[in-house]
Protein backbone atom coordinates (compact mmCIF):
# COMPACT_ATOMS: atom_id res chain seq x y z
CA UNK A 1 0.00 0.00 0.00
CA UNK A 2 0.79 3.18 -0.04
CA UNK A 3 -0.31 6.19 1.43
CA UNK A 4 0.17 10.12 0.19
CA UNK A 5 -0.42 13.32 2.07
CA UNK A 6 -1.24 16.84 0.43
CA UNK A 7 0.18 20.23 1.73
CA UNK A 8 0.39 23.37 0.70
CA UNK A 9 -2.99 24.80 -0.42
CA UNK A 10 -4.53 28.17 0.72
CA UNK A 11 -6.33 31.33 -0.01
CA UNK A 12 -4.05 33.47 -2.51
CA UNK A 13 -5.14 36.81 -4.84
CA UNK A 14 -5.08 36.33 -8.39
CA UNK A 15 -1.30 36.38 -10.09
CA UNK A 16 0.07 34.84 -6.52
CA UNK A 17 2.33 31.44 -6.13
CA UNK A 18 1.67 28.79 -4.23
CA UNK A 19 3.91 25.56 -3.86
CA UNK A 20 1.97 22.00 -2.94
CA UNK A 21 4.06 18.93 -1.68
CA UNK A 22 2.76 15.51 -1.69
CA UNK A 23 4.55 13.10 1.03
CA UNK A 24 4.93 9.38 0.11
CA UNK A 25 4.40 6.55 2.65
CA UNK A 26 4.33 2.30 2.80
CA UNK A 27 5.57 0.54 -0.16
CA UNK A 28 7.28 4.17 -1.91
CA UNK A 29 9.70 1.71 -3.42
CA UNK A 30 7.28 0.54 -5.96
CA UNK A 31 6.04 3.60 -7.03
CA UNK A 32 6.14 4.80 -11.01
CA UNK A 33 4.41 7.62 -12.07
CA UNK A 34 3.42 10.36 -9.84
CA UNK A 35 1.54 13.32 -10.32
CA UNK A 36 -1.42 16.03 -9.80
CA UNK A 37 -5.02 16.19 -10.43
CA UNK A 38 -7.52 18.84 -9.54
CA UNK A 39 -11.38 18.93 -9.05
CA UNK A 40 -13.85 22.26 -9.03
CA UNK A 41 -17.22 22.28 -7.56
CA UNK A 42 -19.54 20.39 -9.94
CA UNK A 43 -16.93 19.55 -12.25
CA UNK A 44 -15.07 16.56 -12.92
CA UNK A 45 -11.40 15.44 -11.68
CA UNK A 46 -9.03 16.76 -14.31
CA UNK A 47 -5.31 16.18 -15.26
CA UNK A 48 -2.84 18.70 -14.09
CA UNK A 49 0.37 17.20 -14.60
CA UNK A 50 2.18 13.72 -13.78
CA UNK A 51 6.06 13.12 -13.88
CA UNK A 52 7.92 9.51 -14.31
CA UNK A 53 10.32 8.18 -12.08
CA UNK A 54 12.75 9.33 -14.54
CA UNK A 55 11.78 12.80 -14.10
CA UNK A 56 9.63 12.71 -17.69
CA UNK A 57 7.01 15.82 -17.50
CA UNK A 58 3.51 16.39 -18.93
CA UNK A 59 0.82 19.26 -18.47
CA UNK A 60 -2.28 20.12 -19.34
CA UNK A 61 -1.89 22.65 -21.60
CA UNK A 62 -4.24 25.53 -19.65
CA UNK A 63 -1.53 25.54 -16.84
CA UNK A 64 1.66 24.59 -19.08
CA UNK A 65 3.91 27.55 -18.64
CA UNK A 66 2.65 28.45 -14.95
CA UNK A 67 2.85 25.30 -13.47
CA UNK A 68 6.10 23.02 -12.79
CA UNK A 69 5.97 19.77 -11.33
CA UNK A 70 8.86 17.71 -9.87
CA UNK A 71 9.78 15.34 -7.46
CA UNK A 72 12.52 14.39 -5.24
CA UNK A 73 12.98 10.66 -5.17
CA UNK A 74 15.01 10.69 -1.66
CA UNK A 75 12.37 12.00 0.40
CA UNK A 76 9.54 10.52 -1.52
CA UNK A 77 7.82 13.81 -2.32
CA UNK A 78 6.19 15.29 -5.55
CA UNK A 79 6.22 18.49 -5.75
CA UNK A 80 3.98 21.59 -7.99
CA UNK A 81 5.12 24.75 -7.59
CA UNK A 82 2.17 27.16 -9.10
CA UNK A 83 2.38 30.55 -10.45
CA UNK A 84 0.65 32.92 -11.82
CA UNK A 85 -2.72 31.99 -10.40
CA UNK A 86 -5.88 32.56 -11.68
CA UNK A 87 -9.56 32.33 -10.44
CA UNK A 88 -10.24 29.18 -12.74
CA UNK A 89 -7.36 27.70 -10.22
CA UNK A 90 -9.49 26.95 -7.57
CA UNK A 91 -10.23 23.66 -6.76
CA UNK A 92 -8.94 20.55 -4.43
CA UNK A 93 -5.58 19.32 -5.73
CA UNK A 94 -5.37 15.43 -5.75
CA UNK A 95 -2.17 13.60 -5.26
CA UNK A 96 -1.69 10.32 -7.13
CA UNK A 97 0.86 7.24 -6.97
CA UNK A 98 0.86 4.99 -9.84
CA UNK A 99 2.30 1.12 -9.52
CA UNK A 100 2.64 -0.59 -12.68
CA UNK A 101 1.82 -4.00 -11.76
CA UNK A 102 1.90 -6.19 -15.32
CA UNK A 103 0.71 -5.67 -18.49
CA UNK A 104 -1.92 -2.64 -18.62
CA UNK A 105 -2.41 -2.91 -15.18
CA UNK A 106 -2.25 0.03 -13.19
CA UNK A 107 -2.88 0.59 -9.53
CA UNK A 108 -3.44 4.46 -8.61
CA UNK A 109 -3.39 6.01 -5.26
CA UNK A 110 -4.80 8.96 -4.12
CA UNK A 111 -4.22 11.67 -1.48
CA UNK A 112 -6.69 13.70 0.39
CA UNK A 113 -6.17 16.33 -1.66
CA UNK A 114 -5.44 19.93 -0.58
CA UNK A 115 -7.46 23.13 -1.52
CA UNK A 116 -6.43 25.70 -3.35
CA UNK A 117 -8.35 29.23 -3.41
CA UNK A 118 -7.37 32.00 -5.71
CA UNK A 119 -9.31 35.57 -5.14
CA UNK A 120 -9.97 37.88 -8.02
Known amino acids: QVQLVESGGGLVQAGGSLRLSCVAS????????MGWYRQAPGKQRELVAT???????NYVNFVKGRFTISRDNTKNTVYLQMNSLNPEDTAVYYCHADRFIKGAIRLRYWGQGTQVTVSS
Open 26 to 33: GSVFTIND
Open 51 to 57: ITSGGST
